[in-house]
Nanobody, 126 residues
Framework: QVQLVESGGGSVQSGGSLRLTCAASGGTLERYAMGWFRQAPGNEREFVAA????????KYTDSVKGRFTISRDNDKNTVYLQMNNLKPEDTAVYYC???????????????????WGQGTQVTVSS
């Protein structure tokens, strides 16, 4: 069973940057599309970004396009989320997620996620 562990969260001021890292243990990530979700207090969990198995395709929710970049290094078994120009509305717990084996990037939707990390807090102050 592949375990996902996020790191890199923290507190920054509006306009700042953070890079989240999702490290996998207990297996390889190369067979899975991967993604990030987030949940702000009082809100439902929402999709942020996804990357295909080979990293050739990425997807983003509209509110982060042009500011966030998802990437992966299959040799290091790691997925990243580079977050630039952060805004207070980006404040949330961010979760790394894994799709099903050999799944398409379009499978990175909340109802079809195979595994979730424990989450890392991102706080952006104005």
């Amino acid at each position: 069973q592949v375990q996902l562990v996020e790191s890199g969260g923290g507190s920054v001021q509006s306009g700042g940057s953070l890079r989240l890292t999702c490290a996998a243990s207990g297996g390889t990530l190369e067979r899975y599309a991967m993604g990030w979700f987030r949940q702000a207090p009082g809100n439902e969990r929402e999709f942020v970004a996804a990357v295909s198995m080979t990293a050739k395709t990425t997807k983003y929710t509209d509110s982060v396009k042009g500011r966030f970049t998802i990437s992966r290094d299959n040799d290091k078994n790691t997925v990243y989320l580079q977050m630039n120009n952060l805004k207070p509305e980006d404040t949330a717990v961010y979760y790394c997620v894994r799709g099903h084996p050999w799944g398409h990037i379009d499978g990175i939707v909340q109802s079809e996620i195979a595994s979730w990390g424990q989450g890392t807090q991102v706080t952006v102050s104005s």
